[in-house]
């Protein structure tokens, strides 16, 4: 199977800190500045591009977001990846835009 972009919608919980909502904005800048394409949505965030790229962020928001004095984590993610094609944000959303 070749290397084809994937969408993963990622959604940050972050416990144990009354300033949820500044972790997650910075999460969301830590997404910004990676270059992957993304939408920023009301309950999670949808990237777009290679699957181990988008992981890799994945995990360095987790822990960013664990030394800047968060107790625990959850971070939930949905992944489409298809065997012979990209996947991309404007499949799903291009009627609606």
Sequence with gaps: MQNFKVNIAVQLLPLG???AYHKVGEAISLIQQSGLKH??????TVLEGDYD???ALVKEIQI???ESGVTDTIC???????????VTIE???EKYE
């Design 76 to 86: 939930n993610l949905k992944i489409q990846m298809r065997k012979d094609a990209d």
């Design 64 to 66: 960013k977001c664990l």
């Design 39 to 44: 939408k920023v949505c009301p309950f999670e």
């Design 91 to 93: 499949d799903k959303m």
């Design 53 to 55: 790229k988008i992981m």
């Design 17 to 19: 800190t009354p300033d």
